[in-house]
């Protein structure tokens, strides 16, 4: 009875070539996973952009109601790419302007633009703490329009929705298509940070993957 009991305790044991080629077959199975996962996370961290950029929309036309549709004088980074002059009042950062309306610290931040190296916003945050660090860039501008003299990035803001084109008592005053109006967008572009292109968040509320020209 004991040879029997030995010799089947010895056919249900791995030998150790066994045991290695489960090990070998262990690896080549992660290694060919592990691309899929790191993808599988880029694609999270894009649709969690996307809805940080839809929590930022909903809370601009909440505020644009209650400010006579006049877009705040934002300065996302008044330490190195301050857009506002030194001597022009007290700019608001996105998280001061919207955030009574639902915008908060973790909101402003993309998770894919903290991975990456090109992200500001720990600049920004040890230099003028939460109230300013964002990873997003804030840039009312039209999707035709050149950038180096925008109209709609002005700093008396700009005011949509009135069927006249010009200045009225020192506000820029346009009726674009909402739908052409390029508000928020990742802050570390170019390159994109979403397989090759940037979220942006538009005017009426739609979010896009953005790969037209961007400038800061």
């Given at each position: ?11 249900s ?21 592990m ?8 694609k ?9 950029l ?7 036309q ?35 302007a ?36 964002t ?45 052409k ?13 979403h ?22």
């Amino acid at each position: 009875m004991r040879g029997l009991f030995t010799s089947a305790s010895r056919r249900s044991a791995f030998t150790l070539v066994e045991l290695l080629c489960v090990i070998a077959i262990i690896g080549i199975l992660a290694g060919l996973l592990m691309p899929s996962l790191g993808t599988m996370q880029q694609k999270a961290d894009s649709i969690t952009c996307a809805s940080n950029l839809r929590g930022i929309g909903n809370s601009v036309q909440l505020y644009l109601q209650d400010h006579s549709f006049i877009y705040p004088e934002i300065e996302t980074d008044p330490v190195s790419m301050a857009i506002y002059p030194s001597g022009y009042g007290t700019p608001q950062s996105m998280l001061q302007a919207f955030g009574p309306y639902g915008v908060t610290a973790k909101v402003l931040q993309c998770p894919a633009d903290m991975k990456s190296p090109n992200c500001s916003y720990n600049a920004i945050l040890a230099a003028s703490g939460t109230t300013y660090a964002t990873s997003y860039d804030w840039k009312p501008t039209l999707d035709d329009e050149n950038q180096s003299q925008p109209l709609y990035y002005t700093r008396f803001g700009g005011r949509m929705g009135v069927g006249v084109t010009g200045t009225i008592g020192g506000v820029t005053v346009i009726s674009p298509k909402l739908s052409k109006v390029r508000q928020v967008f990742d802050d570390n572009s170019p390159p994109g940070i979403h397989f090759g292109h940037v979220n942006a968040l538009y005017a009426d509320g739609h979010v896009v993957a953005y790969t037209g020209p961007v400038t800061h």
